[in-house]
């Protein structure tokens, strides 16, 4: 005899499991948007800072470069600290870290005010709600028969990024014009205090990790997948396919992060209003985002080498 009701109950929960997944990659594109959105606020907040302060250009870009350094110093423990603590824990801290960052920043008035808090203090934070708390929660939800759709999956988590420009940038030229600078980094902090209790809130007892056993191999790992993690680093450090891929990417970054926060000051400078040139850097967000999504398309069907070496 055919047991209906034990079938029905297994498609029951694998519809179940997979609506999570879906729901775990919409909240990693929304943590990606607020990290990397956020961040990227400092291209507007740029000269009504020096117009106040009368700092020089090099002094304020400063407090950016240190914000990306302890973004990347502190991706080396975030991971860690997700595999120990979980994602509810490293999202909401971050956010409350993120909010308390630019909370503080209302009140700066000297150089190192900002670069304690825009710059360590929301570097760090930006690590914890972005790609690297992300992939570590989505690649628990994507293997197994769902080993396909990690490519589109983390394509789509990290389209995030670009919808954040795209986003908060307006509107935090909309704040500094009707509230002014100071006013503007408070209600952004408030927002993410808000964030960060909305996203203690949510079902994470669901969301963590997969309860079917055959779509995690986490569980079967046990005690020993820490063990296996650190092996699996140290091999790859021994590689030189990952320190060519680090050397790719941080050349990358460096050309990028060079300009990017003085696009919004430059446009300015050549003669197009600050809300103009707002809207022209959140611009580039907006191409972001169908950039992100296309390039894991065509990596999907193409193969990664090709996509990547065309895009260089």
Known sequence: MVDRSSDALNISTRH??????????ILAFVMNLMSRGMGETFAVFLLPIESEMGWTRATLTGIYALYMG?????????GWFVDRVGPRAVYTG???????AFSLAQFGTAPWHFYLTTGVIAGVAMTAIGMTTATVLITRWYQGPRAGQLSPAISITYAGMGAGVMLWIPVTQVLIDSIGWRQAYGVLGLILFAGAVVVYLLPWQRLSRPTDPGLSTTSKAGAGSHKS?????????RTPVFWSLFIILFVTAVAIYLVSPQMVAYLVSVGFDATTASLAFSGHGFLTVFGIAGTGWLAGQYGSRRIVTLSY
């Open 70 to 78: 302890a973004h990347g110093l502190a991706g080396i423990v975030v």
């Open 229 to 237: 993690g650190s092996s699996d680093l140290r091999s790859a450090l």
């Open 94 to 100: 971050g956010l409350g870290l993120y909010g308390l």
């Open 16 to 25: 179940g499991l997979g609506e999570a997944a879906t729901m775990v990659v």
